[in-house]
């Protein structure tokens, strides 16, 4: 049987030498036949902030020899971030990465390598391997050009063949997915139907990122899906180590024959680097799991609802209206003085409705909560 680490997001901003992890996580990766993180952002140093809504992420250039140090045989691009400074920084990104000898899928200078799969046969077992993300700022959706640079699109039909193809091809087929709500601990139902319709043509494991924070997991059809990681490292703001990110990766065992077997590493930040978590302090996975089926849809529809009356529909109003507005009176008039006052010089408003509009998940949410309304309302 061979063994396939695989953890969440890694992003580190504020890098100054040093290892990611300690000797004992860094063990565990290395034991490994072959280790796979979620690389969340370019290399710092090139091209310049794309106009779009949210936070511009980079990294630096260094973190990617320093996560192979640990073991860590392949990084997946197709994320919400990779984007964020134009083609420059991806093609930089990708010049590390062959520079250094380590697989990078899920994005690419044109789209047939954005979504060209990857085929590695360990010890005698071929396992193709596939990495796209939900719509967001730097998708190669219908309308991108073939030259054009950008990531994989989760919800494209080409991924759908490649599933297919891989699973004759190959003796397991693993989606990497990077989609849904970010900071809640259950998938929204959209994404769960979609990774159980891609087990359904082959996939024999799904693997999730993009929350931030650990989701459960589940058997399906004779496959495994992890909802979401959550992150491995992720240091983003002055003081990361105040973060501790308790969380999960998985060793996945691959045997011929054999339905794929899981052993969840749990793990969380201390002292800046990620450690193995003890048993008494660590993620409850057996709670997430029990979310899954707990009053799943009663979650479903107030999270939606949540994140559109927190986020969605201030942001649209803000969008549509002519005026500084925010849905709300005592909203509406902060934003007019926060417009007198030039704090919201930056907000560019058909980047913001472009941005809206994209967003799969913001999509499933708001259909999902304005559907709930009426149905009060009548």
């Given amino acids: 049987m061979i063994e396939m680490f695989v953890c969440g997001d890694v992003v580190n901003r504020q890098y100054n030498g040093g290892p990611v992890c300690n000797d004992a996580m860094s063990e565990i990766i290395a034991a490994c036949d072959y280790a796979v993180c979620n ?3 370019p290399v710092r140093g090139f091209g310049r902030e794309q106009p779009k809504d949210g936070p511009h992420i980079n990294q630096q250039t260094e973190i990617m020899s320093v996560l192979k140090s640990h073991g860590f045989d392949m990084m997946l691009l197709a994320n919400n971030h990779i ?5 420059e920084a991806l093609e930089a990104t990708l010049r590390e ?3 250094l000898d380590v697989d990078m899928i899920g994005a690419g200078m044109t789209v047939e390598r954005a979504y060209m799969p990857l085929i590695r046969e360990i010890q005698g077992v071929r396992i193709g391997m596939i990495n796209a993300c939900e719509a967001q700022f730097g ?3 219908h309308n991108a050009e073939p030259d054009q640079a950008g990531y994989a699109w989760l919800n494209h039909p080409a991924i759908d063949r490649m599933v297919i193809e891989l699973k004759h091809e190959c003796d397991f087929v693993i989606v990497f997915a ?3 709500l970010e900071y809640y601990d259950i998938p929204q139902k959209e994404w769960r139907l979609r990774y159980q319709h891609l087990c359904d043509l082959g996939a024999d494991v799904i693997v999730g990122a993009h929350p931030h924070v650990p989701q459960g997991h589940e058997a399906y059809n004779g496959s495994l899906i992890f909802y979401s990681l959550g992150n491995f490292y992720f240091s983003n703001r002055p003081n990361p180590a105040a973060k501790k990110n308790y969380s999960y990766a998985v060793k996945l065992g691959f045997e011929k024959g054999e339905p794929v077997r899981f052993t969840p590493v749990f793990h969380h930040t201390e002292n800046d680097v990620v450690c193995p978590s003890p048993e008494n302090d660590r993620t409850d996975l057996a709670r997430l799991d029990a979310l899954l089926h707990e009053d799943y849809q009663r979650r479903y529809d107030e999270m939606s609802t949540a994140i559109y009356q927190k986020y969605i529909q201030p942001k649209l109003t803000r ?3 002519g005026v500084p507005c925010d849905g709300t009176l005592k909203g509406s008039l902060k934003e007019m003085a926060a417009t007198l006052l030039g704090k919201r010089r930056h907000l560019n408003k058909p980047v913001l409705g472009m941005h809206l509009m994209k967003n799969e998940t913001y999509y499933y949410a708001a259909r999902r909560a304005t559907e709930l309304k009426a149905r009060r309302q009548h």
Avoid: I, K, Q, S
């Avoid at 984007?83 to 083609?87: E, L, S, T």
């Fill in 178 to 180: 990077h989609a849904g």
């Fill in 139 to 141: 998708v190669l959706d």
């Fill in 97 to 99: 990465g062959e520079r």
């Fill in 39 to 41: 690389f969340e952002a």
């Fill in 83 to 87: 984007m964020d400074f134009g083609d």
């Fill in 319 to 321: 969008t549509l209206m």
